[in-house]
């Protein structure tokens, strides 16, 4: 068989996309030798880690991708796996020079960051963190999404990354690298899936004071590897304690996105959270009023939570150099519920539902807010 069906044969391989990692086979310096004799193609690839969980996925793409090739009528894949030097070297590239331990979240990145809080729990903040996420990345942006509330973990539920026991995956290492699961076109990670024990029926609880709060949500931020995001969302804890001050520490030049009710207790304290992070140096940039009125099949208008508490928010933490906006009220909805007992975002399984035309409105403000890019380097090539 000639040199060129060979080629195009390593080519077609070398396009195949990890599933974890997101970037192409030969990017990541996995194709090995590949031979084609009478017809058949022998497929050498080197996996990142043994029991890699994508294997299956990867040995498929490659097999479809070599069988695509004319004048390939059969394929043979041969598994292995990287070396520890080679596992360094990848590591070494994903990171883009960076050291270990460095945080590419600085004021430098080009990645927006936005925290997303509440002054207290009950409102709804991790749904809607959820489905802001799915809702962004389903506009094409790169998204990442960071479960901040260490003792209330809820994102992969949401999410449906979770087994038929209702547990967490476990993320894929690579070294000290962390992957984070995917799920909608969104990176995920959550203490929850660093808890999981084998035969439990349930992810274990977390009882850590400050250190650890600050060091879990600091390794979150360095260890794990996003790539290239366009936004990356954190879903804080209620109230303005130990995580609220480190992501503060953390990312001071991170945007807050306050979320309350209409209930006026909760939007007096809901004040008090985008206060707290004006002080750290981040800025409020919206307010989204969640569990608000929803009309009811006979025309009737039920308030079960009052009105106004969204626009109040807005109007307390706006000033005369910066209005804060309602970005959206989110009404009561069944199927914003439902959706977050079966982890199908609503505004993917029910997009014309009221909640999740007002979450959808809400995520296309935010996709269409410009960065600020001043004082940041673009990073062009020469």
């Given at each position: 068989?000639?040199?060129?069906v060979?080629?195009?044969?390593?080519?077609?391989?070398?396009?195949?996309?990890d599933?974890?990692?997101?970037?192409p086979?030969?990017?990541?310096?996995m194709?090995?030798d590949?031979?084609?004799r009478?017809?058949?193609?022998?497929?050498?690839?080197?996996?990142?880690?043994?029991g890699?969980?994508a294997?299956?996925?990867i040995?498929?793409?490659?097999?479809?991708?070599?069988?695509a090739?004319?004048g390939?009528?059969a394929?043979?894949?041969?598994?292995?796996?990287m070396s520890p030097?080679?596992?360094?070297?990848?590591?070494?590239?994903?990171?883009?020079?960076?050291?270990?331990?460095e945080m590419?979240?600085g004021?430098?990145?080009?990645?927006?960051?936005?925290a997303?809080?509440?002054?207290?729990g009950?409102?709804?903040?991790s749904?809607?963190?959820?489905n802001l996420?799915v809702?962004?990345?389903a506009?094409?942006?790169?998204?990442?999404?960071i479960?901040?509330?260490?003792?209330?973990?809820?994102?992969p539920?949401?999410?449906?990354?979770?087994?038929?026991?209702?547990?967490?995956?476990?993320?894929?290492?690579?070294d000290d690298?962390?992957?984070?699961?995917?799920?909608?076109?969104?990176?995920?990670?959550?203490?929850?899936?660093?808890?999981?024990?084998?035969?439990?029926?349930?992810a274990?609880?977390?009882?850590?004071?400050?250190?650890?709060?600050?060091?879990?949500?600091?390794?979150?931020?360095?260890?794990?590897?996003?790539?290239?995001?366009?936004?990356?969302?954190?879903?804080?804890?209620p109230g303005?304690?130990?995580?609220?001050?480190?992501?503060g520490?953390?990312?001071?030049?991170?945007?807050?996105l306050v979320v309350?009710?209409?209930q006026?207790?909760?939007?007096?304290?809901?004040?008090r959270?985008?206060?707290?992070a004006r002080?750290t140096?981040?800025?409020?940039?919206?307010?989204?009023?969640?569990?608000?009125?929803m009309?009811?099949?006979?025309?009737?208008?039920?308030?079960?939570?009052?009105?106004?508490?969204?626009a109040e928010?807005?109007r307390?933490l706006?000033?005369?150099?910066?209005?804060?906006?309602?970005?959206?009220?989110?009404?009561?909805s069944?199927?914003?519920r439902?959706?977050?007992?079966?982890?199908r975002?609503?505004?993917?399984?029910?997009p014309?539902?009221?909640?999740?035309?007002?979450?959808?409105?809400?995520?296309?403000?935010?996709?269409?807010?410009?960065r600020?890019?001043?004082?940041?380097?673009?990073?062009?090539?020469?």
């Amino acid at each position: 068989m000639s040199v060129d069906v060979v080629a195009r044969v390593r080519d077609a391989v070398a396009a195949v996309t990890d599933p974890e990692l997101r970037r192409p086979l030969g990017e990541l310096d996995m194709v090995r030798d590949i031979a084609v004799r009478d017809g058949v193609a022998e497929v050498g690839i080197a996996l990142t880690i043994v029991g890699c969980p994508a294997a299956d996925r990867i040995e498929r793409d490659v097999r479809d991708a070599a069988a695509a090739v004319a004048g390939i009528d059969a394929v043979d894949v041969r598994v292995g796996v990287m070396s520890p030097a080679e596992r360094t070297a990848l590591t070494e590239k994903l990171r883009g020079g960076r050291a270990k331990r460095e945080m590419p979240f600085g004021p430098d990145s080009l990645t927006r960051v936005i925290a997303v809080t509440s002054g207290k729990g009950g409102v709804g903040k991790s749904t809607v963190t959820a489905n802001l996420a799915v809702a962004l990345a389903a506009q094409g942006l790169r998204v990442g999404l960071i479960d901040a509330d260490v003792h209330g973990f809820s994102i992969p539920g949401l999410l449906g990354l979770v087994d038929a026991d209702g547990l967490p995956p476990a993320p894929t290492r690579i070294d000290d690298l962390i992957l984070p699961p995917v799920a909608y076109g969104v990176k995920v990670i959550s203490i929850g899936m660093f808890l999981r024990r084998p035969g439990e029926e349930a992810a274990g609880a977390v009882a850590w004071r400050g250190p650890m709060l600050h060091r879990t949500v600091q390794q979150f931020l360095t260890d794990v590897f996003f790539g290239d995001l366009d936004v990356l969302l954190l879903d804080m804890p209620p109230g303005t304690g130990d995580v609220a001050i480190s992501v503060g520490q953390l990312l001071p030049h991170a945007d807050v996105l306050v979320v309350t009710t209409p209930q006026a207790a909760a939007a007096e304290v809901a004040v008090r959270s985008g206060l707290v992070a004006r002080q750290t140096g981040q800025r409020p940039i919206g307010v989204i009023e969640n569990m608000a009125a929803m009309t009811l099949p006979d025309g009737t208008v039920l308030d079960l939570f009052g009105a106004g508490g969204g626009a109040e928010v807005a109007r307390a933490l706006s000033s005369d150099d910066a209005a804060v906006p309602l970005l959206a009220s989110v009404p009561l909805s069944p199927a914003l519920r439902t959706g977050g007992d079966d982890g199908r975002p609503v505004v993917l399984s029910a997009p014309d539902d009221p909640a999740a035309r007002a979450i959808v409105e809400a995520a296309t403000a935010l996709a269409t807010r410009p960065r600020g890019l001043a004082g940041k380097p673009l990073r062009l090539g020469v």
